[in-house]
């Protein structure tokens, strides 16, 4: 099981990423995540838990609570990845669709139980997204976020060493 720490805000103050454990570590913290797709919310969450591993963007995920179920739609895409097996949704609000914006693991990697069942979003898909009224942007890895506090070179998870 990874180690578990406890923090407030993401954004309380910078981070670098090459100083992040060299082994994954998993993070609670409390902050207010605001998921918009068209012109409506279609997650908010008070918490959540962000995977940090050294020269890696943080991995952010959120419980399945926070996403409003009548603004999601089955996908047919499923990826496996370092984590397991992540099943794919849409987000939609009126016409307007963010398709693959968000995914779960149903049976992540006994290491990283934490996050079973928990929402991981890609910025990139969806209308808006922020963190404490900051805008976020997505990361090269799917599920990552870049925030205005994050400092320093991060490498490429097919590049780290």
Do not use: K
Not at 131 to 142: I, T
């Amino acid at each position: 099981m990874v180690p578990l720490i406890q923090s407030g805000s993401p954004l309380a103050q910078a981070e670098t990423p090459v100083a992040y454990p060299r082994s994954p570590v998993a993070e609670l913290f409390h902050a207010q995540v605001q998921a918009v797709v068209g012109d409506r919310t279609v997650l908010q969450a008070g918490r959540g838990v962000r995977i940090l591993q050294q020269g890696l963007l943080p991995l952010y995920f959120l419980p399945a609570s926070s996403l409003q179920l009548r603004h999601v739609r089955a996908s047919d895409t499923l990826r496996i990845d370092d984590l397991g097996l992540a099943v794919h949704l849409h987000l939609f609000s009126g016409g307007h669709v963010a398709r693959d914006a968000a995914w779960y693991y149903p049976g992540p990697d006994p290491d990283m139980a934490i996050i079973a069942g928990m929402i991981c979003l890609n910025p990139a898909r969806l209308d808006a997204l922020f963190l404490d009224g900051q805008r976020v942007s997505a990361g090269e890895q799917p599920g990552s976020w870049i925030t205005a506090n994050l400092r320093g070179y991060v490498l490429h998870r097919h590049g780290a060493a």
